[in-house]
């Protein structure tokens, strides 16, 4: 049970601290694989356990039965802005990294707002449409590097999604800039260091800006020649005032992109790599797809990814096994007690699913690829709350969870009916350069047609700027 700490620091004791370097404690092995600083302290220590991050203390908490104190007391006992200020130089300050909870909480509901409806039917005809241009581009054979190939078409699905034409046709500019803000992504380190991949997020961030104010000022000219979801933002600034100056539409505008086209990019690399591992499952996915969607670009539509129920639990299982979002951190405004522990105010207070979802009191045999865990008759993620949490959970659960399952549906489900497939390598290494955990470059598949596929996909495009 949780408590606001009403004792003083002397009465119980801190989470017992992981052995470090002095002045640095775990710094130096968090940067270099966070991951595994956490399976050591969770090891040596037990489910509760802090870390020193430099200056900044740190308390882990390991397990489902901690995420609920950690999702449903944000704004409470536990702050987001402190934590998200690494956003700022890349974005600004929008979304997580706005003290003002009220502001915070309507940018929120305006991006949930580009998500429903019959807005994503348009969505899932862009992905098509990407998808479908990138395999042209393949021929009958060859190899790819999988991240490479995953985040550039994940970058277009995203601009002609939410940016419009006009934005999608200078994509190849984006591109770079976005993996230069990628690569200064950093929560501990203060974000104004003169380190030089800081200095090239700062360029990379101003260029992007050059690139897209145009584009907004146009719209916010002409408002009624657009209805997408950069017009929602735009119109954002007028809607409740979430939105108070064009930076901050500019901001959110690019972050969307940002974190739309990062994270489902990696988890769609783990989720190919997944299958490719475990062939009889692969052909059951095969089988199901084969039965709903007839080999035929066509039939994807929102309902018929909806049926393609393997495919669903073979993302599930990768979310569960390989969360791109490995662990998830907030911010301490007030001291707290939990089980016979003091957590004093200024700790971060930090989760990993990365380590939950294989718990063995979680899920049963944990370590073993069984995306059926999650079919209806086992339901292992219902068994305990907050069991599954890749995309995050409570109110500020990825806005985006069900764009990018869908997009990782069509990319996987166009991609395996066209191809076979082959990892050069049976067991990529994980990377955590880019602030997401992706398959360690290079990471290579080898492709041969599998059976002739119709390609013509007619669908109009909306008539965007």
Known sequence: ??????????????????????FFGNFLDYHKDHLEVFWQGYKTLGPIFSLRLGPQQAVVLIG???????????????????????????FGKVLNAIEDEDVRKKQLALLHSAFQGKKMQIHVEVMVREILAWLDSLGDSGTFEL????????????????????????????????????RGMDFVLPPNLPLPRFRRRDRARQKLIELIQPVIAERQ????????????????????????????????ALMTVFTAYITTSAQCCWSLIQLLQ?????????????????????????????????????????????????????????AYELDGYYIPQGWFTMICPAIAHRLPHVFSQAEIYDPERFAPRRAEEQKQEYSLVGFGAGLYRCPGASFGINEMKCILSLLLQRYNLELVKPNPGRDFEMGVMRPRFPCLVKYTRRAPVQTSFEIPIPELR
């Open 1 to 22: 049970m949780v408590l606001l700490a009403r004792r003083t620091a002397l009465t119980l004791p801190t989470p017992p601290t992981l052995c470090g370097l002095p």
């Open 147 to 182: 991240y490479e190939a995953f985040s550039a078409v994940g970058m277009k699905i995203a601009a002609s999604a939410f940016m419009g034409q006009t934005i999608r046709q200078r994509i190849s500019e984006f591109l770079p800039l976005y993996e230069d803000l990628a």
């Open 278 to 334: 475990h062939p009889n499952y692969l052909s059951r996915v095969l089988d199901e797809q084969d039965s709903i969607l007839h080999n035929d670009p066509k039939q994807i539509n929102v309902e018929s990814l909806n049926r393609l129920d393997r495919l669903g639990w073979a993302l599930k299982e990768t979310e569960r096994m390989y969360p791109v979002m490995s662990h998830h951190a907030r911010y301490n405004a007030q």
């Open 221 to 252: 000219a002409y408002p009624e020649r657009y209805d997408d979801f950069l017009q929602t933002i735009v119109a954002g600034k007028y809607l409740d005032k979430c939105l108070d100056t064009d930076e901050m539409i500019v901001g959110l």
């Open 64 to 90: 489902p039965e901690y995420h609920r104190f950690f999702f449903t007391q944000v704004d409470k006992i536990l702050s987001m802005p402190e934590v998200y200020r690494f956003v700022i130089p890349m």
